[in-house]
């Protein structure tokens, strides 16, 4: 969903989000990554954080098929919830609703060799890939707003750092 930039409930942060925000709705609480995006410094971190307990619970209890529809569902979640939050906020991606990084860090690592070398290098990669925004994640960011908006530069960031990760295992093998 796009949202024109001269919708006036898309230039202002309506409510500053703290807890009480976070538990008035269900999509507040799944965007808000189950409150991680309520850190004050370095949100976005934070969430991409959760994807490894995420990713840990469960990569051993599904199927691959099973692990992509899961994330597929996740990601057509996070385009709802994210759209709601962004809504109620007045900002439609605000830097606190890190469920598209929990979604597209969980996939990082379900592609990622196995090994904390490797886990730690897909978290550097995403993050900054996720934090730089190198064409065209930045033209997605600034021009596709709403759910898909937030959901969809993620997913590109995670192209991005999959494809460097496989360079440097090409690389080193």
Avoid: N
């Avoid at 971190?45 to 597929?72: C, E, H, K, N, Q």
């Amino acid at each position: 969903m796009t949202i024109s930039a001269d919708e006036p409930h898309f230039h202002e942060l309506k409510v500053q989000p703290d807890w009480r925000f976070l538990f008035s709705h269900p999509a507040h609480f799944l965007s808000f990554g189950f409150g991680s995006g309520l850190a004050r410094k370095a949100p976005g971190t934070f969430g991409t954080l959760v994807g490894f307990p995420m990713y840990w619970y469960l990569a051993p209890r599904l199927s691959d098929a099973l692990f992509i529809l899961v994330l597929i569902w996740s990601f057509a979640i996070g385009v709802w919830v994210c759209d709601i939050t962004g809504k109620a906020l007045g900002v439609a991606d605000y830097g606190g609703m890190v469920w598209d990084e929990i979604v597209a860090f969980v996939l990082v690592l379900f592609f990622t060799p196995p090994g904390w070398q490797w886990s730690l290098l897909a978290f550097m990669l995403f993050r900054f890939f996720d934090i730089v925004k190198p064409p065209p994640i930045r033209y997605f960011d600034s021009t596709w707003h709403g759910g898909l908006g937030v959901m969809f530069d993620d997913l590109v960031a995670t192209g991005y750092a999959l494809l460097c990760m496989a360079l440097i295992k090409s690389l080193l093998m």
